[in-house]
């Protein structure tokens, strides 16, 4: 396929970046609500009005950033779901639930635009190609937000998961963990070490995906 100039790439990568960030947020405050916890809703905050979640930072600044830079890994995040632990039915085991649904909706976003690339074929090609150009921007970031969020790293959703797992003395320590995780993750981008840990399941996760939808 051609080489896309500035300009194009963020036509093709505004819409699921945009997708990829706000699901995901409204994926946490979904699930809290059908577990007990109703604060999401009533903030408002289950909408996929972009607006209700943007930060400035993660969500434009961040993913524009790398995209001009050319980065092989495009990310960003959203303003946090607020959700109140205490209004959960079974408050350690929902937490699990709500932490992953997040990564799970991309993973569901991520087939969804699979199934884009495979139906673009149906189009002229005028059509086919932003659509295929499209849903590949779409299955790269999901997949990126899904692994990078399931690292058993606080506060990323995989974090929270383990501390659900864990017995409550481990849960306590892994928790403490918190307030250094965003420099954790610097570290790791800084280093390498990020994308040696996730690039390995990123491709297998890519190429399982594009197997299965045929569309390699």
Excluded: C
């Amino acid at each position: 396929m051609p080489e896309l100039t500035l300009v194009q790439k963020i036509a093709v990568w505004v819409l699921p970046v945009l997708f990829a960030i706000t699901v995901h947020e409204v994926a946490h405050g979904w699930a809290a609500k059908r577990l007990g916890d109703p604060t999401a809703d009533r903030l408002g905050r289950l909408t996929l009005n972009p607006i209700k979640h943007v930060d400035p930072m993660g969500t434009v600044v961040l993913p524009l950033l790398l995209l001009v830079l050319s980065s092989p890994f495009i990310f960003g995040w959203a303003k946090p779901v607020p959700v109140t632990w205490q209004n959960l039915r079974h408050p350690k085991r929902d937490m699990i639930l709500v932490a992953a649904a997040g990564p799970g909706a991309n993973l569901l976003m991520a087939a969804g635009w699979a199934l884009v690339i495979k139906l673009a074929g149906l189009f002229p090609e005028s059509v086919a190609l932003p659509l295929i150009y499209m849903g590949s921007a779409g299955i790269l970031i999901n997949a990126v937000l899904m692994i990078l969020n399931m690292l058993p790293i606080p506060p990323l959703d995989g974090g929270r998961v383990l501390s659900g797992l864990l017995p409550g003395p481990l849960a306590w320590q892994l928790n403490r963990v918190e307030p250094y995780g965003l420099i954790i993750l610097i570290v790791l981008l800084a280093t390498g070490l990020l994308g040696k840990i996730m690039g390995p399941i990123f491709g297998a996760f890519v190429d399982g995906l594009t197997r299965l939808f045929g569309i390699r």
